[in-house]
């Protein structure tokens, strides 16, 4: 998926700021908006196209740093007014 998608206002969780560099989570969010969902399986993956094409639910990017860090970009309500994104780790869902 080449298009940008519209992600609404982007949150980040406080714990990721302390562990993340600002340059890296621009990255990761550029990443989510352009549809490459990262370290996501084959399934989720599909899920996710097939969400954003319909703008309709929700999508998923996970994106594994290294040290065992791994960072989840989640984009909720789309389609919808109140649509919006948070970066957080996995153990914060």
Not at 20 to 39: F, I, K, N
Not at 65 to 84: A, P
Request: no cysteine; glycine share 8%.
């Amino acid at each position: 998926m080449s298009a940008r998608l519209a992600i609404g206002p982007v949150d980040v969780d406080p714990i990721v700021r302390e562990w993340v560099d600002a340059e890296t989570l621009q990255r990761l969010v550029a990443r989510h908006r352009r549809g490459d969902w990262g370290d996501v399986d084959a399934r989720d993956a599909r899920d996710n196209t097939l969400a954003a094409y319909r703008q309709q639910g929700a999508l998923r990017s996970v994106f594994n740093l290294g040290r065992g860090l791994q960072v989840w970009v989640i984009t909720s309500d789309l389609g919808q007014d109140s649509l919006h994104t948070t970066v957080l780790l996995p153990e914060d869902v």
